[in-house]
């Protein structure tokens, strides 16, 4: 369910571009304040264009995978709408599949899959302690990319 301030600004985007419909999701990158605000800045600059979840979360009841196509209402830290993005490809495979092209491509610290692989290792071994499943390399991961498609300032 969106906030008034989200409705407000998917209204706006719909408006502008002449979609229709709801957004496949509304969410913001990474579990903190700052480090949703370094990310969407990330997308904003147009380095960010991927993005990678395990695949546990998209298998809930009444979720599913992104597919290409999908248009999602990305938030800052502070749960404020930001931009749109649009997903142009989605791989389901174990972490330990992660690749080095698909690192760079998420854009986020200095690029590597060195950086990469600690930086989301530490994340969702945070992810796995607040929420009481045992994270292992084996999991499936939705590795999604994606395209900056409108943001307010242009």
């Known amino acids: 369910m969106m906030t008034p301030d989200q409705q407000s600004f998917w209204a706006r985007f719909c408006a502008e571009t002449g979609h229709s419909g709801e957004p496949f999701d509304v969410d913001q990158f990474g579990d903190s304040e700052v480090l949703a605000d370094e990310l969407l800045g990330l997308v904003l600059i147009g380095q960010k264009q991927a ?28 749960g404020q709408p930001a931009c749109v993005i649009r997903t142009t490809s989605v791989e389901i495979k174990p972490v330990r599949e992660a690749d080095a092209q698909f690192a760079w491509d998420e854009g986020e610290g ?29 999991l499936d991961a939705c590795f999604e990319r994606f395209e900056l498609v409108w943001s307010p300032a242009g």
Not at 67 to 77: A, F, K, N, T, W
Not at 114 to 138: C, D, I, P, T, V
């Open 51 to 78: 993005t990678c979840a395990l695949a546990r979360w998209y298998e809930q009841p009444g979720a599913r995978f992104p597919e290409p196509g999908d248009l999602s209402l990305i938030l800052d830290g502070r």
């Open 110 to 138: 200095d690029r590597s899959f060195k950086w990469w692989k600690e930086a989301h290792l530490a994340y969702w071994q945070r992810e796995a302690a607040r929420e009481g499943f045992e994270f292992s390399e084996n």
